[in-house]
């Protein structure tokens, strides 16, 4: 059974920051991309950030590039999501998601394990 497990999530203001962790089950994790998505209320869940399996490439959605940062620990089964100078439209549940393989994508169908998601609020 492949499990992912998020937390980290919170309440924070405008400008502030926070760091989201995603730790997986033993084999779960190795060999393959992972990314992180976010769900607003009443919206799509979208892509907002990957990295490959090697950690050599990482990818951002636009109104994020600058502001978080993806990363993995290999050896701890982990991958981060690092977030900084927060905007109230951050606002949404994150999950973290395990890729089918080893390169990013941005795209649900192209991820098959999914966590249960850490709620973020950001306060104007």
């Known amino acids: 059974q492949v499990q992912l497990v998020e937390s980290g999530g919170g309440v924070v203001q405008a400008g502030g920051s926070l760091r989201l962790s995603c730790v997986a089950s033993?084999?779960?994790?190795?060999?393959?991309?992972m990314g992180w998505f976010r769900q607003a209320p009443g919206k799509e869940r979208e892509f907002v950030a990957g990295?490959?399996?090697?950690?050599?490439?990482?990818y951002y959605r636009d109104s994020v590039k600058g502001r978080f940062t993806i990363a993995r620990d290999n050896a701890k089964n982990t991958v981060y999501l690092q977030m900084n100078n927060l905007k109230p439209e951050d606002t949404a549940v994150y999950y973290c998601?395990?890729?089918?393989?080893?390169?990013?994508?941005?795209?649900?169908?192209?991820?098959?394990?999914w966590g249960q998601g850490t709620q973020v609020t950001v306060s104007s």
């Open positions: 990295i490959n399996w090697g950690s050599s490439i990482t």
């Open positions: 998601a395990r890729g089918r393989g080893t390169g990013i994508a941005t795209m649900r169908r192209l991820y098959d394990y």
């Open positions: 033993g084999r779960a994790f190795s060999g393959y991309a």
